[in-house]
């Protein structure tokens, strides 16, 4: 992390308005028409209704928001990242079952990521219904909405695939101007009813729970709960602006939020029985509230603020599949980096799963008002996930009990908040939920049939990499074989006591001698700690047979190719390795020869008719295979794009004799390795 970001500055702050705030900063657009919703029409509504609706919300934020996240879970840092899954890191070793609070909140959480773009945008341009701009007048069709809101939103991900550095850059001053003008108009109004203020006591937030002017009684709290969805945000994207900074702008957005919902709160008190109100169930009185050319101003600012908060959660997503990709939750999926900020990162598949759902969400709901009932029921369920691991945390720095009251608090609180949004489940909520279990489906056939796939490999397919290591050194000085290359490298797992799968040996030794001056056995190991990058080397009392494990963090991009290379370089200068002068080479002085990396996958040839394997382990196995096939490949996932590349196929296991045991070869020339690995 940027060291500028670790501590209180104005740059930092800036940064930190322009990146964090963008979902929560957008509430004001959506919240009290829910509310609105609610009540049934404008007509409905008391001063009663519009406090305690108000109340809550000021105490939801202050609880959930403040007291939850900014207060304690930031102190859950994994070292100085957030988020569910940095917080799952922390606590994995505690027992085995936190998986699945990790699974469940991730999946929730990537959910609610298509559907924050497509509420935010959708709410900013309706908007412009009726309004003149110059000679042009918009109309009050719906349906041009929606293609303004499509086109917005497909230029948002078309762009992501350039960075958003540049752009990214305009975001704090943007938001300051966003958080300015919810403050500025929030005081205009709330001064012409400055009872509105009661809000702030909490009786007002319990009364109308059980207030016959409360038609919904406490499913209300379902629309309450929108006016913090953007509360993980702050713990996810801590690592990218620092915590300090956090707790130096969160209470300016907090009171200037609260000022808003107070103006739009007064103003409807006073408007709610208005000719032209009163019979009204959809109508926005964020742009109610706003005089005149005013108006024009808050639509410009408003669609600014949801593109940003669109852009927090594109790239948040990303960050989200790449952690999850480290911690074996996903499969490998290409990530780019589109600019030179070092936590910038790029994932087509990602974008474009995104764009479709999302445009989809905007098209299938149709208005603001009906992406509401979906909207907010997933997060609800990723902060009971969040909460169950900060129990597990808390309990290894606090009294057990302290802990378990703590965690009750929040946890009931939350309980309270998914079954009042559960009541809209019928209404769209079952959007979201399908979304979320398509995706955890994902994770859970990924992740279980990685540790099924492990549990079926027999010790017979393992052999000691120490009694193969004399055979290496003979090959390797044999000049009757044909030299195969300078340093030939198996991307493979060596486990404790030097154990390597028998299908490494074979490829070397049986089918073709592969005769090389260096044996690479090279092992990635992805760590708790985000952006380590640690290595290990040990020639097994050898000078050429060499077994590299890299520690990576589960955010550290694995290019191996580059890496290794900094590691021959440095064993060719402290003399451990012989050096590698080609007799040919573009380069001057160059020390290290040529490279072949060595990949076996696995087929699953013996997966239907191996009858030691349950229905169940045999899908998850299988889909685990079917996941790898359509995503991206070991190649691509350790950046060996540039490199001279040989894959081979084994069974994934070996039912028949070893005379009988056969491995087919396809061999793939990828060109000279690029600049940078050299």
């Known amino acids: 992390m940027n060291k500028q970001l670790e501590r209180v500055s104005f740059a930092g702050a800036l940064v930190t308005l322009g990146i964090v705030y963008g979902d929560i900063g957008t509430s004001p657009l959506y919240v009290m028409n829910a509310l609105i919703g609610d009540a049934g029409k404008m007509g409905n509504i008391s001063p009663n209704y519009v406090?305690?609706?108000?109340?809550?919300?000021?105490?939801?934020?202050?609880?959930?928001?403040?007291?939850?996240?900014?207060?304690?879970?930031?102190?859950?840092?994994?070292?100085?990242?957030?988020?569910?899954?940095?917080?799952?890191?922390?606590?994995?070793?505690?027992?085995?079952?936190?998986?699945?609070?990790?699974?469940?909140?991730?999946?929730?959480?990537?959910?609610?990521?298509?559907?924050?773009?497509?509420?935010?945008?959708?709410?900013?341009?309706?908007?412009?219904?009726?309004?003149?701009?110059?000679?042009?007048?918009?109309?009050?069709?719906?349906?041009?909405v929606l293609i303004i809101t499509t086109v917005v939103l497909l230029v948002?991900?078309?762009?992501?695939?350039?960075?958003?550095?540049?752009?990214?850059?305009?975001?704090?001053?943007?938001?300051?101007?966003?958080?300015?003008?919810?403050?500025?108009?929030?005081?205009?109004?709330?001064?012409?009813?400055?009872?509105?203020?009661?809000?702030?006591?909490?009786?007002?937030?319990?009364?109308?729970?059980?207030?016959?002017?409360?038609?919904?009684?406490?499913?209300?709290?379902?629309?309450?709960?929108?006016?913090?969805?953007?509360?993980?945000?702050?713990?996810?994207?801590?690592?990218?602006?620092?915590?300090?900074?956090?707790?130096?702008?969160?209470?300016?957005?907090?009171?200037?939020?609260?000022?808003?919902?107070?103006?739009?709160?007064?103003?409807?008190?006073?408007?709610?029985?208005d000719t032209a109100y009163r019979n009204l169930s959809n109508l926005n009185p964020f742009y109610e509230m706003l005089p005149g050319t005013w108006r024009l101003v808050g639509i410009l600012l408003a669609t600014l603020a949801a593109i940003i908060a669109s852009q927090a959660l594109i790239t948040g997503s990303y960050t989200l599949v790449d952690e999850a990709i480290g911690l074996k939750f996903l499969p490998r999926m290409v990530i780019r980096h589109p600019s030179n900020i070092k936590n910038q990162i790029y994932i087509a598949t990602v974008n474009w799963m995104l764009c479709i759902i999302t445009i989809s969400v905007v098209w299938f709901?149709?208005?603001?008002?009906?992406?509401?009932?979906?909207?907010?029921?997933?997060?609800?369920?990723?902060?009971?996930?969040?909460?169950?691991?900060?129990?597990?945390?808390?309990?290894k720095h606090l009294a057990k009990g302290t802990a378990l009251i703590i965690a009750l608090f929040f946890g009931f609180i939350e309980l309270i908040f998914l079954i009042s949004s559960l009541v809209k489940f019928i209404h769209g909520g079952y959007v979201t939920l399908t979304i979320m279990l398509g995706i955890l489906y994902i994770m859970w056939l990924w992740y279980f049939g990685n540790k099924r796939r492990d549990h079926y490999e027999k010790e017979s397919e393992y052999v000691s990499l120490l009694d193969y290591r004399d055979q290496l050194s003979k090959l390797s000085a044999d000049n009757t074989v044909?030299?195969?290359?300078?340093?030939?490298?198996?991307?493979?797992?060596?486990?404790?006591?030097?154990?390597i799968k028998r299908s490494t040996m074979y490829s070397i030794l049986d089918r073709q001698p592969k005769r090389a001056k260096v044996y690479w056995f090279v092992t990635v190991n992805e760590t708790n700690a985000p952006y380590e990058s640690?290595?290990?080397?040990?020639?097994?009392?050898?000078?050429?047979?060499?077994?590299?494990?890299?520690?990576?963090?589960?955010?550290?991009?694995?290019?191996?190719s580059v890496y290794l290379h900094q590691v021959v370089n440095h064993l060719v200068e402290q003399g451990i390795l012989e050096p590698q002068i080609p007799t040919y080479s573009t380069e001057r002085q160059r020390k290290v020869g040529d490279f072949k990396f060595v990949i076996i996958k696995e087929q699953p040839a013996d997966l239907i008719v191996n009858d030691k394997l349950s229905s169940l382990d045999r899908r998850l196995i299988g889909g685990r295979i079917y996941l790898q096939k359509i995503t991206a490949s070991p190649i691509s996932w350790y950046g060996l794009e540039f490199s001279n590349v040989i894959e081979e196929s084994s069974p994934l296991f070996i039912t028949q004799d070893q005379d009988q045991y056969l491995i087919q070869k396809k061999i793939y020339h990828r060109g000279r390795l690029s600049k940078t690995e050299k």
């Not at 996240?69 to 027992?95: C, H, T, W």
């Not at 937030?205 to 929108?226: E, H, M, T």
């Not at 050429?544 to 550290?556: I, P, T």
């Open 156 to 273: 948002l991900f078309m762009i992501q695939r350039f960075g958003t550095g540049v752009i990214g850059k305009s975001f704090g001053p943007v938001m300051i101007l966003w958080f300015g003008f919810l403050a500025v108009f929030g005081i205009v109004n709330l001064i012409n009813y400055p009872m509105i203020l009661k809000a702030i006591s909490p009786y007002y937030a319990i009364r109308v729970l059980f207030s016959p002017v409360n038609k919904v009684g406490i499913f209300i709290l379902g629309s309450i709960f929108l006016a913090t969805t953007g509360a993980e945000a702050l713990y996810s994207d801590m690592g990218h602006v620092g915590k300090q900074n956090i707790y130096v702008t969160w209470p300016l957005v907090y009171s200037t939020l609260f000022l808003n919902y107070l103006g739009q709160g007064a103003w409807i008190i006073r408007h709610a029985g």
């Open 51 to 144: 406090i305690g609706s108000i109340s809550l919300i000021f105490w939801t934020l202050m609880i959930i928001t403040t007291l939850k996240y900014v207060v304690i879970a930031m102190q859950a840092d994994n070292k100085r990242e957030g988020g569910i899954f940095a917080l799952y890191a922390l606590v994995r070793k505690n027992s085995k079952w936190l998986i699945w609070p990790a699974l469940i909140g991730g999946a929730a959480i990537l959910a609610d990521g298509t559907l924050t773009p497509a509420v935010t945008v959708t709410s900013a341009i309706e908007g412009l219904k009726k309004q003149h701009l110059g000679p042009v007048v918009f109309s009050n069709s719906q349906h041009n």
């Open 365 to 395: 709901f149709g208005s603001s008002q009906k992406m509401e009932a979906a909207y907010g029921l997933a997060i609800t369920i990723t902060m009971l996930m969040t909460t169950v691991l900060l129990h597990e945390f808390l309990k």
């Open 482 to 499: 044909p030299l195969f290359t300078t340093n030939l490298v198996y991307m493979t797992k060596i486990k404790g006591d030097y154990q």
């Open 534 to 560: 640690n290595y290990t080397v040990d020639l097994l009392e050898t000078h050429n047979v060499v077994n590299v494990q890299f520690y990576l963090g589960f955010r550290k991009s694995q290019s191996v």
